[in-house]
């Protein structure tokens, strides 16, 4: 192996801290064994570093293959999916480390690197991200200067100037290419797979499944108003409508998902007044469910013109297909409205039926208090009356519950969450033939002040029940609201601020601290921050560029843009090579460089001889004394102290001081003082 291909020994250390940045942002994706796989190359690499290990042979570099994936294989669903892809590419830039013997398999390296900072952005688009992508990318391109330059490897501080100057000098460039450049459809736009944790809402709910959501503060949906924003206790985000009880878990009920395709089957409904119009950003959940206000009826889709939506029988929204990425849509919501003035016998069956063997008590308890009532709404009332008077609370830690659900709740621990309230309720009223059914989705949401958006979370995730009623047809009743009303005004986190009951004193929880105040005040400056940049960057599509080009260029044409683009690129370009043409007079050199020249020029204004640029410090030193042999200690020993600090890297600021005093005291043409 000549020199020049050798690896200079830093350059390890060097890819090793760009691995380890490229790799982290992907971590949430990776398995646990990746990250022990990385690290065992790492390991490898290192010991190979100190000559403690050779390089693996072919056998064993085929088994860690074999065994990386299979590991993908088994962790990872979906055959050909984007996360087996992007995985994939992980473990061969793991793997990759301890196959490295030449600096070009460096630069390969590296441009995996650099790949793999571009894929991160498949999984997340915040700013967040993308400023720590700018800190990954300086970073590789450090890693290949140094591997370049023996000179920067053994500096990282001018690696680093060197790579940030490189750049920056391409930033400007980017940004013209980002508004000029034909917009397509972004390539983090290709559908994934979801991850099925925290994605939020199933299409089943039993006592207990909804507390367990709010211990998550991840983001659903973000919603901007145009006009002014309704009270927190009407924000009911309807999502799934639950009428199938066996006795412990509500599903969705037969004709619910015979109506959940694309054809429109919806409900037929009144409505009064005038709509609340706004925007909403919904995350990818892998699932076709929509949350909004009712009754919802789509404008816009903001981002897709293929995205596409239908009403079902409860009439709610359901996208015809999965949200695989985030997705805007414009809607208008009537939230006064009447539904279902009329129902079926087989919907008023299905909204009725309840489970033998369950809950006796609860049965006996219903029939003795619709004995005593002279109508639903009575019965209605004296159950709402019966859970204030009855001391229950309303608690994110629940006592658990057995077989019979509402029993156990009603007349043993009547402490409970918003799925227990709505499940008893439910039971209750379908106990005394009401038809009564549960449904999921969010209430409330936290807003923020610096861009009046509301940002609905996980931890906002709701239950409550829809009872019918003749003459008014289906109606809302939220059982949490009669026990725990501060839940509903205030919403979770100012529930969370207030009550005791709703603290989290697990000191690991991100629960603990997203109300203390300074931590509150950043966590929502930081949040309008990123939506900013969701909107004006991520979101810069083709109707945006063309609303920008307009205003600027007065109309948009060939040849119009094609006179921008060389305009810009000759006023930036030409800038660039006026300022390294200008910078080359006064390149930034090591201190030992910079000394060295200053000794030169000495030597060519008091001696006549000039230095060529393809000259070595000692043969310059030679012609010098052979010209002037008076000269030749002082030249000696300066030319030995600048070759020990330039080339055998024994930069010290005492060399330097040295270096600098020889310098200082050199007189050309005159005999050599004592050195």
């Known amino acids: 192996m000549s020199a020049a291909e050798q690896i200079p020994r830093n350059s390890i250390i060097w890819l090793l801290s760009a691995q380890l940045a490229v790799i982290i942002p992907l971590m949430g ?67 990759k480390l301890i196959e490295v013997r030449t600096r070009r398999d460096m630069y390969l390296v590296f441009c995996l690197a650099l790949f793999i900072v571009a894929a991160a952005f498949l999984f997340s688009q915040s700013i ?26 053994r500096e990282p501080a001018l690696a680093i100037r060197m790579a940030v100057k490189l750049v920056a000098q391409a930033v400007p460039v980017m940004i013209l290419f980002f508004v ?29 499944d909804i507390a367990k959501l709010n211990q998550s503060d991840e983001l659903a949906f973000r919603v901007e108003f145009d ?7 009407g924000m009911y985000w309807r999502g799934m409508t639950l009428s199938n009880f066996d006795g412990r878990k509500w599903s969705v009920g037969s004709s619910m998902k015979r109506n959940s395709g694309a054809e429109n089957t919806a409900a037929t409904y009144e409505l009064y007044g005038e709509p609340l119009r706004y925007k909403m950003t919904i995350e990818p959940t892998g699932k076709n469910w929509l949350f909004m206000l009712p009754i919802a009826i789509p404008i816009d889709s903001t981002q897709g013109s293929t995205m596409a939506f239908v009403q079902t029988e409860d009439f709610a929204l359901r996208s015809v297909m999965d949200l695989d990425r985030p ?40 029939a003795d208090l619709r004995k005593r009532t002279d109508s639903p709404q009575e019965y209605i009332d004296q ?26 709740f009603i007349f043993g621990t009547r402490r409970g969450y918003c799925e227990h309230y709505a499940n008893a309720f439910a039971f209750l009223l379908r106990a005394a033939n009401i038809p009564a059914r549960v449904v999921v989705g969010y209430q409330g949401g936290e807003i923020n002040p610096h861009n009046m958006t509301l940002n609905v979370r996980q931890l906002d995730a709701h239950a409550w029940i829809e009872y019918w009623r003749a003459g008014s047809g289906w109606l809302r009743l939220d059982p949490t609201y009669i026990v725990a009303p501060d839940r509903i005004h205030l919403g979770f986190d100012g529930a969370l601020e207030r009550d005791s009951e709703f603290s989290n004193n697990d000191l690991l929880s991100p629960l603990f601290y997203r109300n203390i105040g300074l931590i509150k ?20 599509g083709a109707q945006e560029q063309r609303d920008v080009l307009n205003d600027f260029l007065g109309g948009v044409t060939s040849l119009k843009l094609g006179l921008l683009v060389a305009g810009i690129l000759i006023i930036v370009l030409g800038t660039l090579a006026l300022w390294i ?61 600048y070759n020990e600090i330039a080339y055998a890297g024994a930069r010290s600021a005492a060399n330097l001081a040295q270096l600098k005093t020889y310098i200082a005291s050199f007189k050309p043409g005159v005999a050599s003082a004592k050195l």
């Open 29 to 95: 994706l990776m398995s646990w064994w990746m990250i022990a796989f990385w690290l065992l190359c790492a390991v490898w690499r290192v010991a190979m570093f100190r000559g403690e290990a050779s390089f693996p042979g072919k056998i064993v570099r085929g088994i860690l293959v074999a065994l990386g994936g299979l590991g993908v294989a088994i962790s990872f669903s979906g055959l050909g999916s984007l996360e087996i892809a992007v995985a994939l590419l992980i473990l061969a830039f793991s793997l």
């Open 581 to 641: 043409l200008w910078g080359a007079r006064g390149i930034n050199f090591s201190p030992e460089k910079t000394l060295y020249l200053k000794f030169c020029k000495k030597v060519s204004a008091r001696l006549g001889l000039f230095r060529a640029k393809s000259e070595t410090p000692q043969a310059f030193a030679e012609r010098i004394i052979e010209k002037y042999p008076q000269s030749a200690e002082q030249v000696r020993a300066i030319t030995r102290q």
């Open 383 to 408: 159950l709402s009356k019966y859970l204030i008077d009855q001391d229950f609370y309303y608690t994110l830690e629940p006592p658990a519950l057995g077989r019979d659900t509402v029993d156990d």
């Open 521 to 540: 005040a950043l966590r929502l400056r930081l949040d309008a921050i990123n939506y900013m940049w969701q909107k004006k960057v991520v979101g810069f």
């Open 227 to 233: 006009g002014p924003m309704p009270l927190r206790q």
């Open 128 to 153: 967040f991200l993308a400023i720590y992508q700018v800190f990954s990318v300086v970073l590789i391109i450090t890693a290949m200067v140094a591997t370049q330059h023996s000179l920067y490897n």
């Open 327 to 366: 997705v805007g849509i414009e809607v208008e919501s009537y939230v006064n409205y009447s539904v279902g003035l009329d129902i079926s016998e087989a919907q008023r069956v299905e909204n009725t039926k309840l489970p033998s063997g369950f809950n006796p008590r609860a049965l006996s308890f219903s």
């Open 180 to 208: 000029v450049f034909p917009r397509i459809e972004p390539i983090w736009s290709v559908p994934h797979n979801v991850p099925s944790a925290g994605i939020g809402m199933s299409d089943n709910i039993e006592p207990g």
